[in-house]
């Protein structure tokens, strides 16, 4: 089946700095989307891309849907201590129901 | 804004018992899903659900089955709780109106003794 690899495993940063993380496939994705969890809640949509190359923003969040689609970052500017939490690359490729996840990228900032 | 509520945040259950998790959806979404969240194995999906009574296996539905009588309402039941079924279940819905985006519930943190 499809799989997504994501990196980093894990970062810590200190507040202020910007943070950068990615997701690349074999296969070729329709959609990919960014969401963040934080302990003990369900992931919650961050930003949705739907064309290859498209660029979108959602504060001080930026994600970029690759020109091949088989691939996808998300830059955080500026950490704060809130954006703790583990973030998932997740890609919808041919079948429209079902999503495919990264393992996940687990951020710490310290203040 | 959208909305997906599950039936408990936390739940202890003894080996052998009959499990129900509810979960619903205020979207009128067609899709929902039930996946479970392991430590290093990620979001895996157990089963996915696109209108009311019908449902797909997904990638790990041994153990477990579904039920879904209305378009909100999606069940899932693990009819003899194992040690092993210990877990985080999430429940999500989608929608072609919402372009297949995958809204999730806060999870029921499962653990059977």
């Known amino acids: 089946g499809q799989q997504l690899n994501q990196s980093p495993q894990s970062m810590f940063i200190q507040e202020g700095e910007d943070v950068s993380m990615n997701c690349t496939s074999s296969?070729?994705?329709?959609?990919w989307l960014w969401y963040k969890q934080e302990p003990g809640e369900g992931p919650v949509l961050l930003i949705a891309?739907?064309?290859?190359?498209e660029l979108t923003s959602n504060g001080r969040l930026t994600a970029q849907f690759g020109i091949t689609r088989k691939d996808s970052f998300l830059n955080i500017s500026a950490s704060i201590p809130s954006d703790v939490g583990i973030y998932f690359c997740a890609g919808l490729g041919g079948s429209n129901y079902k999503l495919t996840f990264g393992k996940g990228t687990l951020l710490t900032v310290n203040p | 804004d959208v909305k997906v509520t599950q039936s408990s945040r936390y739940l202890v259950k003894r080996t052998g018992e009959k499990v129900f998790l509810e979960c619903v959806q205020d979207?009128?979404?067609?899709?929902m899903f039930w996946y479970r969240q392991d430590p290093g194995l990620g979001l895996r999906l157990i089963y996915f659900s696109y209108d009311v009574k019908m449902k797909e296996k997904g990638d790990i539905p041994e153990g477990y089955s579904v039920s879904r009588e209305k378009k909100e309402r999606f069940s899932l039941i693990l009819e003899s709780a194992s040690t092993n079924q210990t877990s985080m279940y999430l429940c999500?819905?989608?929608?072609?109106?919402?372009?297949?985006?995958?809204?999730f519930g806060p999870g029921t943190r499962l653990t059977v003794t």
């Open positions: 979207m009128d979404h067609e899709n």
């Open positions: 891309l739907y064309k290859a190359g």
């Open positions: 296969s070729i994705f329709n959609t």
């Open positions: 999500a819905s989608s929608s072609p109106s919402s372009l297949y985006e995958q809204y």
